[in-house]
């Protein structure tokens, strides 16, 4: 008796299909999906941006039903992204029984059955591939790392982190830096690889999976935009405001200044312009002069220019005159008592 396994299956079935005419197959692309018992998974499918208006359904080969895009049941989703290019599958609460199978991704085109992705789903009580969250996210510029699991048997597998848009497949040792972000994968040897995603981009986003051989098991992967650091923003607004504080207030101080200064020299100017003047018409002056009866006499010369005549001559007279005694006061050391002598000078 000749046995086939699930992969030899597969192609049996699309090869009679194709055989009769009905539908044609766009991806060499098989994995077997490998889910938890009790669980539930999403699948998504991909198509040409060319065919978003094309009707797209979920194909089970199990019942040979058609599930159309748009339509929502108990444990069962399949829903449109023509932003995105992608239809998506949800099956939920997962049993061995009712959802082993083949199914298929597929479109109608021109009355020909387009099949875009085709999988076998098994499920499991422990699945061969799986991952701790199918849904991660990572901030823009950031890294991200996803933990993938296999069963025993997949030791000596190959394991990879695919996409699923381009196809695009990373091994376990490769480190891939031809873009912003880089991708590198290490196998611990103990039953799990670990996928690390550095300098993130928005363009990262999308559907994923991680695989060993040929299980696998899909994950969700959201870039979250990065938004600018508010806290640093408040700081150099604050920043901002208090140096233009500073720059008011130091004009304002210097504007006090030169106010106040100027207020001063105009208080002082009437006073300055009357000693001018007394200096150029002359004046009046009374000293005390302290001498003793022996001492010589005192010569004065007094010279007077006036700033408005420097040819002119003038003669200053001075008339000295003996002061009552009683008007004569001691010197600060004591002693003899001196006479107060008056100097009137006047210009003639």
Not at 96 to 125: F, N, P, R
Not at 312 to 336: F, H, L, M
Request: charged share 20%; proline share 4%.
């Amino acid at each position: 008796m000749v046995t086939y396994d699930k992969t030899e299956i597969f192609y049996i079935s699309i090869g009679f299909w194709l055989f009769l005419g009905v539908i044609c197959y766009s991806s060499g692309s098989y994995n077997i999906l490998t889910v938890k018992t009790g669980g539930s998974v999403t699948i998504p499918c991909y198509y040409d941006r060319k065919y978003k208006h094309q009707k797209k359904y979920w194909h089970s080969e199990i019942d040979m039903s058609n599930t159309y895009t748009n339509t929502t049941e108990e444990n069962l989703s399949v829903i449109d992204h023509p932003d995105q290019s992608l239809f998506t599958v949800t099956i939920r609460n997962l049993q061995s029984t009712k959802h082993d199978g083949h199914y298929y991704c597929a479109m109608k085109i021109e009355g020909k059955t387009i099949v875009t992705y085709g999988l076998y789903l098994q499920v499991q009580s422990e699945p061969d591939v799986s991952v701790v969250s199918s849904s991660v996210s990572g901030h823009e510029g950031g890294d991200i790392s996803v933990q993938c699991f296999y069963s025993s048997g997949y030791k000596d597998k190959l394991k990879q982190w695919c996409r699923y848009k381009d196809k695009s497949c990373y091994t376990v040792g490769r480190i891939n830096t031809s873009q912003n972000s880089s991708v590198q994968i290490s196998d611990d040897g103990r039953r799990s690889f670990t996928v690390l995603m550095t300098g993130l981009r928005l363009t990262d986003s999308g559907w994923y999976y991680c695989s060993a051989g040929e299980a696998l098991n899909p994950v969700h992967f959201t870039v979250i935009k990065a938004e600018p650091d508010k806290e640093k923003d408040a700081n150099n607004e604050l920043l901002t405001v208090w140096l233009l504080v500073s720059a008011v207030l130091l004009l304002l101080l210097i504007l006090i200044s030169v106010l106040i200064l100027f207020t001063w020299r105009w208080r002082r100017r009437p006073e300055q312009d009357k000693q001018q003047i007394r200096e150029i018409k002359g004046c009046r002056t009374t000293d005390m002069i302290y001498s003793k009866p022996e001492d010589p006499p005192i010569y004065s010369t007094i010279n007077d220019e006036n700033p408005n005549d420097a040819n002119r001559d003038i003669i200053y007279y001075s008339t000295i005159d003996d002061v009552p005694v009683s008007e004569a006061v001691k010197p600060p050391a004591g002693g003899a008592i001196y006479s107060i002598i008056y100097s009137t000078v006047a210009p003639h």
